[in-house]
């Protein structure tokens, strides 16, 4: 086996997609060329293990971040040759990293949002601000607290934007939403107002008309979960461990980034819209998901192969 040609390909890939890899390919060439002094005719975990042990004493996260990038290549070579073995997920101490998202099937957001609807409160709001609040950040990838630091003049209902002016680290941008999303933030609003019998000063209320919590909203959140069956159920009305509400914001990232793929448009030229829309600081935060999802990685791979096939003949 010589990993070099193959690794030079899956570098010339990853960076068509726009990552930086000046670190992961110091990593990986060290490694490459452990697998051809082994003279190994594929790559598993023992092959991993010895050449780790051969490194020099590194704390946690170096180590944790030298499996990710073994495996990120392996999973790559895995797709061309089966023989490939990935090493295990957690198969080193992990030093501290973002949790795995969870993506929601379109079938278990509807429950959510139905579910939601359910919650009982002294005149109603609860259900109603809980499910338009879910489904808010399930089609816009909005941060929970950029949700709840919604005003009511935030909407703009004849341009169909939304104002976040309590983004991540105080930044604001104007949202575009889909006519469908701002007849359903009209229709909450004009029912919350005629509960209240007036127009609060947030845009989600609880039954007192006082804007609704981080605490309450998760609270909320993990309840309807546990009522369909994707958190079990808990004593003394704790939370339990389970998917989360910012995973909403995850599935939206997700689907939205499987869709570009899947109907043909340039993931190069999307990402930065996405970036934008999702109010990260730089690109590499959404780069994040084609890491977390295999399927997002399998798709952008696949493609970015099939471009390379296509520049060559």
């Known amino acids: 086996m010589n990993l070099t040609p193959q690794l030079d390909q899956y570098l010339s890939v990853r960076r068509s997609l726009g990552y930086d890899l000046r670190t992961a390919e110091r990593v990986l060439r060290r490694f490459a060329r452990f697998a051809d002094q082994e003279t190994a005719p594929h790559i598993d975990t023992a ?103 919604l005003d009511p003049s935030d909407l703009d209902v004849e341009n169909g934007v939304l104002h976040v ?68 159920d808990q004593h003394c009305s704790r939370h339990g461990r389970g998917p989360r509400i910012h995973d909403l914001r995850h599935t939206f990232a997700v689907r939205t980034m499987i869709n570009w793929y899947r109907t043909g448009k340039d993931p190069a030229r999307e990402m930065i819209r996405l970036t934008t829309y999702l109010g990260h600081t730089s690109p590499d935060n959404t780069f994040w998901y084609l890491e977390a999802v295999p399927e997002l990685l399998d798709l952008a791979m696949a493609r970015a192969i099939s471009n390379g096939e296509e520049a060559d003949q």
Not at 202 to 207: G, I
């Open 165 to 232: 002016r309590h983004g991540k680290l105080g930044k604001e941008r104007l949202l575009p939403l889909d006519p469908t999303v701002v007849v359903q933030l009209l229709s909450y609003a004009t029912e919350r107002d005629r509960l209240l019998g007036r127009v609060p000063d947030a845009f989600f209320v609880t039954c007192q008309g006082t804007r609704l919590t981080d605490c309450s909203a998760r609270y909320n959140f993990a309840h309807t979960c546990q009522r369909i069956g994707l958190r079990a």
């Open 47 to 149: 092959l991993f293990l010895r050449w780790e042990a051969s490194l020099p004493n590194a704390g946690k996260s170096t180590r944790s971040a030298r499996l990710s990038m073994v495996r990120l290549f392996t999973q790559w070579l895995s797709s061309l040759d089966p023989a490939h073995e990935v090493p295990p997920r957690g198969l080193l101490p992990a030093g501290s990293g973002r949790p795995r998202p969870y993506i929601y099937s379109e079938a278990e957001i509807a429950s959510i949002i139905a579910a939601a609807k359910t919650l009982r409160s002294t005149y109603g709001l609860r259900g109603l601000t809980c499910s338009t609040l879910f489904g808010l950040i399930t089609v816009t990838g909005l941060r929970i607290s950029e949700a709840l630091a």
